[in-house]
Structures are given as structure tokens and as C-alpha cells.
């Protein structure tokens, strides 16, 4: 294994200088093998004042940059990250172990939010709305927020700060980014390149209208807090958001919580079971199913199941799953042994509710990596939807259940706290509508024979119930991160008032 080698490398060629972020407070660990891979200092949280600080002063410029200038800074940040791909991709590998091509198209996510970003940054309008007074004119502005905080986890670490950061900075927001401890090295990777950005932008971009800050949960904590942050994102576990989302509250502060999810797919009777089985695989097993997107309920109709299960489980056995850094594996290692441990706890859980076992559960390559985390994806048949099938397991391990009728099938698919993405696999307009309409699929992200993880960038991203209930990304989630304001003008010479009332 070369993997430490080659990343000292890489990450100077990212513009790290490892020893000035080295320390004792951050331990970073490959999960290919296990292997510390950097330590490094965690900021002390007395110091956040001053960071917010530095925020504060930034916005006041900021703001007044002309938004298609601020987005000339983003793309050049997508330049960056065009010409740093394959060298962030390969940071993204060795620290949390996607596979070489998940590693990639993370960074793409990052491009693609960028250039989303700069076409936005020139249109950031409001709409033009009619009086019911005469020579009056009503009409709204979207004004920059504040300083944004951006707190993300460990499975994107890097495109999840892309697409807040590229839209809060054409919004006219400085941003404060704080990575997972957990992949403290992609979050600066992906920094480094928007530093190199702001370096080119020159004197136009103000002293700290982008900032990391290392550190661990009280850093985060800080900037809940701070009254000065005007919007935080998090991305996280719903425990993690349920501190955050009241504190916030408390506040009035501005917020997008993206919490955890419980993505459920449902295949119907018209369903090309074979493209089915492509995205089941895709989404249930891509990124060791350590995306909050990833597929976790399969809901068959009870007479296609054994079909589907004969082609599904065979698919499974041949997965190759090892080094993410070797091409040809398609399932890396499991982030740390706590995520292996939980998995094999929730299989357990499942056999003790009713459940059969049907595929995987079990740690591979312990013999190569004794502390690496490999596992067999895993499939179990479940009687019902049981306690265990409603909790997120952040592993790749499937939950079947089986329906007679559409509407049971919907109704499994809601019947979970979580309500990020679901999709249907039919060719059956009725069926499709159906899930799709006001009756359908509670989630935020509803899709027809694609699975439920890897969406666009361009559509807004998020989910309802305990994922949160908030939006990022595109379409226009840039809203959350400006201020509307309602301007009523009048150019008449009369004063009347609004809902026809008389006071003289
Ligand atoms: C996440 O897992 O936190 O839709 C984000 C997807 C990716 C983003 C996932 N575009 O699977």
C-alpha cells in the first residue's frame, strides 16, 4: 500500500502545507487501512469570536460587489476545481475510501454547482407586482443574507461546501466552512482551490469572505450560536440537527438542515426489472452505502419478488469490493469501525424482528486490512416495516418488504420518520402519477425508474420531516441564503391607503 505516500504528494500539489494545520487535537484516518494519515490542530473555539468577526467586516463589502462580479470569483473557483479533480478525487479516496470514479464525480458536483452558481449570479431577481393603488408599483429585491456557516459531514466532503459556498458567495455572503473531523482533508483540498480563486479575484474580494476553521463540535457550536451568522447549513445525522435546529430557533437565525434519510424504492409489477436491478445495485451499495440518499427499503410487489431477487442476488456476489484506489472495485471500506459495528448491530436488530438474512453482513478482507472496514453488502427480507427498518443505518444494508396494492407500497414508503428521497421503478402512467401526486411519496425527491441517490445538482436538493424540511443546491434554493424585501413605491401625488381605508 502506497496510499500515505502518494497523498503527501497530492496534497501539496492541492496547496496544503500540512505542518502549518499540524497538531494533536485531529487524528485523520484512511479507512482503506486504517492508517493515521495526518493529526492535526483544532482551532480553539476562543478564537471564533474573531472568525465571525472577520465574516462580519467582509459581508460589509461584499455586499456591494455586483452580484455577476461576485460571480466571476466562482468561476474561477470552478476553474480551480476543474484543473484539481483528479487530485481531490484522490484525497476524497484515501480519506473516506469512495472509489476512484465516486471520488471524481464528488469534485464534478463541485464544478457543475460552480457553474450553476456564476449563470445564477445574474439572476437573482424578484418579481414586479401590481398595485391596487393607482401610481403605485410594488416590487421585490433580494439582498445578501450574511455570513453563512457551512457544516458538512464526512460522505461529501467536498461537494456539499461547494454548492452552499458557490451559491452563498454569489448571494453576497462570506462563508465559514466546517469540516468532519472525519475528512478534514478533503474540506481544505477543496478550500485551497476557492483560496487560489479568491488570489486571482485580487483586491475585489474583501480579507476573510472565506475561512475554514478545523475543529471539533464546540467550533460548530460557536457558530450556531453567534447571532452574526445569519444562515447555518448543516449536513448531518437528525440527532446532530435536532441540537442545532432549536438553537438556531431560539435565535431567529436562518437555517438548512440536511438530516438523514430512509430512501425507499418501490417496484411495481410494470417495472423493467432489469434497470431496476442496475439502480438498486447503484444506489444501495455506491459509496458503501454511506450516502444520505442511499436506497435502504426495496418495496416489491409480492409477485415479482423472487424475480427480482434472482437477479438481484447474484449481482450482489459479484460485487468486488476492496481497495477504492484499485480500478474495478465498485464497494470501498466503511469509514471507521464504529459505522461496521452499527451495521452489524442493525442486522441483528432486523434478524430479531422477523428478518432473513439474504446477502452479505459479513467484514471482508480482514486479512489485508486489519483495520480497515470491509463489508458485504448486505440484504434482508423483513416481515414488516419493524423498528429497526425505520432507523437509518448509515451502511449498505437493504431492507425487502413485499405489497399487494400501490397504495400500500405508498404507504410504506411514508410510513418512516425520515423523508429525503424515494422512487418508483414502472412503466405504468397510472402507478407513476400516482407517486408522484399530492397523495404520493412524502419525500423531497421523488424520481421514476432512476434510484434514489446521485441527483443533479440543478433541481433543489433536500427532504421533509426529520431530514429537516430545507433545500440547497439549485433551482431556487438560493433564496434561503438572501433577504427579500417588499418595496411598495408610490409616484402619484395622493396618498391612498391600502383595503380602501379612509383616515382624515
Ligand atoms: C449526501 O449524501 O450528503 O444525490 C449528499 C446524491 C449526491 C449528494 C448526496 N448528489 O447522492
Redesign the pocket.
Known amino acids: 500500500m502506497t496510499t500515505t505516500a502518494d497523498l503527501q504528494t497530492v496534497l501539496s500539489r492541492c496547496g496544503i502545507d500540512l505542518p502549518r494545520y499540524s497538531g494533536h487535537d485531529i487524528s485523520v484516518h484512511s479507512p482503506i487501512d486504517g492508517a493515521e494519515i495526518a493529526r492535526l490542530a483544532a482551532l480553539p473555539v476562543a478564537q471564533m469570536p474573531q472568525v465571525i468577526d472577520r465574516a462580519t467586516q467582509a459581508f460589509e463589502q461584499w455586499r456591494l460587489v455586483p452580484a455577476p462580479v461576485r460571480g466571476e470569483l466562482v468561476r474561477l473557483w470552478g476553474e480551480e476545481l476543474r484543473r484539481a479533480k483528479a487530485d481531490i478525487g484522490h484525497v476524497i479516496s484515501c480519506e473516506v475510501g469512495k472509489i476512484v470514479q465516486e471520488g471524481l464525480?464528488?469534485v464534478q458536483?463541485g464544478v457543475d454547482i460552480c457553474e450553476f452558481a456564476v449563470g445564477l449570479s445574474r439572476q437573482l431577481h424578484g418579481k414586479t407586482i401590481v398595485s391596487e393603488r393607482p401610481g403605485h408599483r410594488i416590487m421585490e429585491q433580494y439582498h445578501p443574507l450574511g455570513p453563512v456557516a457551512i457544516i458538512?459531514?464526512f460522505?461529501?466532503p467536498s461537494?456539499?461546501f461547494a454548492w452552499n459556498a458557490a451559491i452563498a458567495l454569489v448571494c453576497g455572503n462570506p462563508v465559514i466552512f466546517k469540516p468532519s473531523e472525519k475528512a478534514a482533508l478533503s474540506g481544505l483540498a477543496t478550500f485551497k482551490a476557492l483560496e487560489r480563486a479568491i488570489e486571482q479575484f485580487g483586491n475585489r474580494a474583501p480579507a476573510g469572505l472565506a475561512q475554514i476553521v478545523l475543529g471539533t463540535s464546540d467550533v460548530a457550536e460557536a457558530l450556531v450560536d453567534s447571532p452574526q451568522i445569519a444562515l447555518v447549513s448543516a449536513?448531518g445525522s437528525t440527532p446532530m440537527g435536532r441540537t442545532v435546529g432549536p438553537k438556531l430557533a431560539a435565535r431567529f437565525g436562518k437555517r438548512i438542515l440536511?438530516l438523514g434519510?430512509n430512501n425507499a424504492m418501490v417496484v411495481t409489477p410494470a417495472a423493467d426489472l432489469d434497470l431496476a436491478v442496475r439502480a438498486i445495485v447503484f444506489?444501495a451499495v455506491?459509496?458503501a452505502g454511506?450516502?444520505?440518499?442511499?436506497l435502504r427499503r426495496l418495496i416489491v410487489h409480492r409477485d415479482i419478488k423472487q424475480a427480482l431477487l434472482d437477479k438481484l442476488l447474484p449481482a450482489y456476489r459479484s460485487l468486488r469490493i476492496g481497495d477504492p484506489l484499485q480500478a474495478g472495485t465498485l464497494v470501498g471500506p466503511l469509514i471507521d469501525k464504529a459505522s461496521f459495528d452499527a451495521m452489524q448491530h442493525s442486522i441483528e436488530q432486523a434478524q430479531q424482528q422477523g428478518g432473513q438474512l439474504l446477502a452479505g453482513g459479513q467484514r471482508q478482507l480482514e486479512q489485508s486490512f486489519p483495520h480497515g472496514f470491509y463489508v458485504a453488502p448486505a440484504i434482508v427480507d423483513m416481515p414488516a416495516q419493524t423498528a429497526i427498518v425505520q432507523h437509518e443505518t448509515f451502511a449498505p444494508l437493504l431492507y425487502v418488504l413485499s405489497y399487494d396494492e400501490l397504495a400500500q407500497a405508498i404507504a410504506l414508503n411514508n410510513d418512516v420518520p425520515q423523508g429525503l428521497?424515494s422512487c418508483i421503478f414502472s412503466n405504468d402512467l397510472r402507478e407513476v402519477e400516482t407517486f408522484l401526486g399530492a397523495a404520493g411519496s412524502d419525500c423531497g425527491?421523488a424520481n421514476v425508474n432512476i434510484g434514489?441517490?446521485?441527483?443533479?445538482?440543478g433541481g433543489a436538493?433536500g427532504g421533509e420531516k426529520e431530514t429537516g424540511g430545507d433545500r440547497e443546491?439549485g433551482s431556487d434554493a438560493w433564496k434561503q441564503y438572501m433577504r427579500r424585501t417588499t418595496n411598495t413605491i408610490n409616484y402619484s401625488r395622493e396618498l391612498p391607503l391600502a383595503q380602501g381605508i379612509q383616515f382624515e
Do not use: L
Not at 290 to 294: A, H, I, M
Not at 452 to 457: F, L, N, Y
Open positions: 464525480g464528488e458536483e458538512t459531514a460522505n461529501f461537494a456539499v449536513t440536511e434519510g444506489s455506491g459509496t454511506q450516502r444520505c440518499t442511499t428521497s425527491m434514489p441517490s446521485g441527483a443533479e445538482i436538493f443546491s
